[in-house]
């Protein structure tokens, strides 16, 4: 079923959030209660957010030996109490409206693409990125990342700005609780957790308890275990939580202004996703725009990630394609990246092994013959209605981009998956 998205500040506090934490789920009432209490949100007792770390393994080529090697990628995703993630819900949607009335009717509102229902999938917004530049060669892609983004937002600059977006000199008190708890956050991770107090992996998944532990509980095991860790440094909010987004965007904005002006200034195209810039230009004046680029991250004291600044001319092609938002061009044809339909073909072997490693029968028919309509469903275009897959997904690639590679790219994804249930 479709969660509709909300239309006010309490409808955004009040959306039902399933997983285990420290805290139960509030009550309509209580939540409210809160929320809409500046006074009670000044007083609140924020929880320390549970960490999960998400692990991705990413294949590179050293530069000695030029032999392809398996490097971890972590992310330390951090999610709030069910109290806390009521209140920056809240918080988040009165902000965001004020950060939307104050970029909207600007080119701004078309170069900020991260976190904001524009409508658009990230095949469209890719595709319109090819299309201008195939229509204006010859041109110069540059594609800049930011080095550890969440964990580099400056707290004084953040407050800043949040303060200029509320048009007040400074925070108001509720607002500066809900900042303080994000900046000076506490954190557990939940591994620990789980272990400390006795809590399976099993009885989370399947709801077995409605919370982590009893408040008696958090003080004797957790805290006085501990396990909180409190983030002392001056920089850096948790990754996860309902409102760390747009503040990213928020924190961002004067950056957005003034790349975007020079970039028009030039005839070129600037795009903002999260920690991915993309800005185009005649190439005479990239060496200016990596000085600015270079120059405007600095003044928010945040640093570029060397390595992974990509360069594309387009003169009309470009012998090493543009990599974003998850597709290539390079001025002929748009395809997927090799990377990710190497992570799906892994996770179809290993699912379709798992399968077959079974020997049990149901009657004379293997357990495997049985659920092949279910491997069907998750490796193929032929989901369930409403669901989607990395096939579904090339599927509509192909679709929007009207790419011929990107068809055959899916073409041979549907000839391994047969080739795998067949052997």
Request: glycine residues 6%; aromatic residues 8%.
């Amino acid at each position: 079923m479709k969660t509709l998205k909300p239309t006010t500040a309490l409808q955004a506090a009040l959306l039902a959030r399933s997983y285990i934490h420290f805290d139960r789920r509030l009550t309509k009432k209580a939540c409210k209660a809160l929320v809409e209490s500046p006074e009670a949100v000044r007083k609140h007792a924020f929880m320390p957010f549970l960490q999960n770390d998400i692990v991705r393994i990413r294949i590179k080529r050293d530069a000695t030996t030029k032999k392809p090697v398996k490097k971890p990628k972590i992310r330390q995703i951090k999610y709030a109490s069910h109290a806390d993630s009521a209140i920056y819900a809240y918080y988040n949607f009165t902000l965001s409206q004020l950060y939307e009335q104050g970029i909207g009717g600007s080119a701004l509102a078309d170069a900020v693409i991260a976190f904001r229902a524009l409508g658009k999938s990230n095949i469209d917004l890719a595709q319109e990125a090819f299309q201008w530049i195939a229509k204006n060669r010859p041109c110069t892609a540059l594609g800049f990342d930011v080095e550890d983004f969440f964990g580099s937002l400056d707290h004084a600059i953040l407050k800043q700005s949040w303060a200029s977006l509320l048009s007040t000199a400074e925070l108001p008190s509720d607002h500066y609780a809900v900042y303080k708890s994000l900046t000076r956050h506490a954190s557990v991770r939940l591994d620990s957790a789980r272990v400390e107090l006795g809590v399976s992996r099993t009885a989370m998944k399947n709801r077995r308890i409605d919370r982590l532990c009893t408040p008696q509980e958090f003080r004797d095991k957790v805290r006085a275990g501990g396990l909180i860790s409190v983030n002392s440094a001056r920089a850096g909010v948790p990754q996860g939580s309902p409102i760390s987004a747009l503040l990213s965007n928020i924190y961002m904005l004067p950056f957005d202004q003034r790349m975007l002006a020079e970039t028009e200034a030039f005839g070129g195209f600037y795009r903002r996703y999260c920690d991915d810039i993309l800005v185009v230009v005649p190439t005479e004046h990239v060496s200016t725009i990596r000085a600015l680029i270079a120059s405007e991250l600095s003044a928010l004291k945040l640093k570029l990630q060397g390595l992974k600044t990509l360069e594309c001319t387009f003169a009309p092609t470009s012998s090493k394609p543009l990599q974003y938002l998850g597709l290539l061009f390079d001025g002929s044809q748009i395809t997927l990246r090799s990377a990710g339909i190497a992570r799906f073909n892994a996770r179809m072997r290993r699912g379709v092994k798992s399968f077959r490693a079974s020997e049990k029968c149901y009657g004379q028919t293997p357990i495997f013959y049985q659920r092949k309509k279910l491997l069907i469903q998750r490796y193929t275009e032929n989901t369930k209605p409403g669901e989607r897959n990395f096939t579904t997904y090339v599927k509509r690639a192909a679709k929007t981009t009207g790419s011929a590679a990107i068809r055959r790219q899916l073409r041979r994804q549907g000839r391994r998956f047969s080739k795998l249930v067949r052997d």
